[in-house]
């Protein structure tokens, strides 16, 4: 506490910007500043600079890569990018090293992937930073060795979300609920990276009635935790194997493995899911990407079709401006197309553009809420694919992702762009959100054509 507080308040008064306060390392190490005083110098104000600016914009994330002599950061809002300064290299060199050694990381390693978490206070509420620092591939610019930096935020004010919160729909929680109290199986949650997912994860265990059934968590989920849901201390020596024996005997039915990453992780989860049942979260595009993921990392088709139960993914998608959202009527037409109710009478979209005032040509003020983006905020859309026996026979015969999704859409299972429309019809969300999210990249139902040939010149 305390930290740079001095330095922040001669600052404050002199441009009245509000700037982060830092507050130290999440695993409590402390950064020895004394040390590297020269760091400091060159890589405290830029820090502060870009984390305050990220924070104003309201930013999801950010991101620090070299390109040349210059280093390009870019901001995330609500999942759309936007561009931010493009710094010296060298100042974006002593801006990653400065958030390596204040979120407890080793400031000497520049050559491997590090991640640590880092405590800030901005406008008086509190945030989480996790930062990822990764090496850039070599270029001659750079003297010496560049790295790419992600830092992503979390409020970590903002109440421990419920399944409720984020809108897991009841179908999903119901399945969740049967099979994690089966005492076998595998439920994968899956999204992208930077997308939510331990959130989603961690919503999906507390569908779970944790005072009924003992569920335990293995793995590092920095400070969040989960009501009544203890993190198992793994013994020193223990093999994973040894460890889900002993939760057995300490009468555990439900295992909770923070990100799968790992072949051998993977194997042992599977082994230990004929008498328990297992929650394990993944990084994958959609469920049944999410599904291939684990076949790959199992090895055996058929033995992972065997105790996979339930895959659920997310998708975040834009919120509309409650503040400039337009009501409109839809045509009939419209509604039959995109699947809603045909007594539908009002959807929303964006704010039309603003015209520019007739006689002075001045443009009015943009919304304030949104600045004018017509957005704020982010809501997540989910998907299920539960194994059933037609889906358990692709899996097990080396079917590819493709091949799952497809069988998914003929069993009429739930999908993010169906689940979609629910935020449709509460005018959450608008039409245009869900073509810009679902649609395939490349624009909308291009069709594929065959190479045009030029004609000579
Ligand atoms: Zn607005």
Do not use: W
């Not at 509309?320 to 009939?332: G, H, I, Q, T, V």
């Amino acid at each position: 506490m305390g930290l740079f507080s001095k330095k922040q308040d001669i600052e404050e008064e002199e441009e009245e910007i509000e700037y982060v306060l830092f507050q130290g390392a999440t695993n409590g190490k402390e950064a020895n500043l004394e040390e590297n005083q020269k760091l400091a110098a060159a890589g405290l104000p830029i820090a502060k600079e870009i984390v305050s600016e990220a924070l104003a914009q309201r930013a999801d994330l950010f991101k620090v890569e070299p390109q040349g002599p210059k280093a390009l950061v870019t901001y995330y809002v609500d999942g759309i990018k936007r561009p931010g300064p493009r710094l010296p290299i060298q100042q974006a060199n002593a801006l990653v090293q400065i958030l390596k050694l204040l979120s407890g990381g080793d400031i000497k390693v520049r050559d491997k992937p590090q991640r640590g978490g880092l405590n800030a206070k901005y406008r008086d509420l509190p945030f989480e930073l996790t930062v990822k620092s990764r090496p850039a591939p070599p270029s001659k610019e750079a003297k010496g060795p560049a790295e790419q930096l992600t830092v992503v935020f979390r409020n970590t004010k903002t109440k421990r979300a419920t399944p409720e919160d984020i809108g897991i729909p009841e179908v999903i929680k119901q399945k969740v609920r049967d099979y994690a109290t089966s005492n076998a199986g595998i439920i994968l949650v899956v999204g992208p990276p930077e997308s939510g997912l331990t959130t989603t994860a961690l919503c999906a265990l507390r569908c779970v009635d944790s005072y009924m059934y003992q569920c335990f968590i293995i793995g590092n989920l920095g400070t969040r935790t989960v009501l009544n849901v203890p993190i198992f201390k793994q013994e020193e020596g223990h093999t994973l194997e040894h460890t889900f024996m002993r939760i057995q005997r300490n009468e555990g039915n439900l295992i909770y493995m923070a990100e799968l990453t790992d072949p051998a992780v993977a194997k042992d989860v599977v082994k230990g899911s004929i008498d328990m049942c297992f929650m394990a979260e993944m990084y994958a595009r959609d469920a049944a990407d999410g599904i291939a993921r684990f076949v790959e990392l199992v090895g055996d088709p058929a033995l992972a079709a065997e105790q996979l139960k339930l895959v659920i993914s997310h998708k975040l998608i834009r919120k509309l401006c409650p503040k400039c959202k337009e009501a409109f009527r839809p045509n009939p037409k419209l509604l039959a197309q995109v699947g809603l109710p045909e007594e539908t009478e009002t959807l929303y979209r964006k704010a039309r553009p603003v015209e520019p005032d007739e006689k002075t040509g001045e443009l009015p003020e943009p919304c304030r809420a949104c600045e004018g983006a017509g957005f704020r905020a982010r809501s997540a859309v989910f998907e299920m694919i539960d194994i059933t026996e037609d889906i358990k026979g692709i899996i097990a015969g080396g079917g590819d992702s493709a091949a799952i999704r497809q069988q998914a859409k003929v069993e009429k299972q739930l999908n993010c762009q169906k689940d979609a429309l629910r935020l449709v019809l509460e005018g959450e969300t608008g039409l245009d959100e869900l073509q810009r999210v679902f649609s395939p990249p490349g624009g909308p139902r291009r069709k594929k054509k065959p190479a045009r040939r030029r004609p000579p010149e």
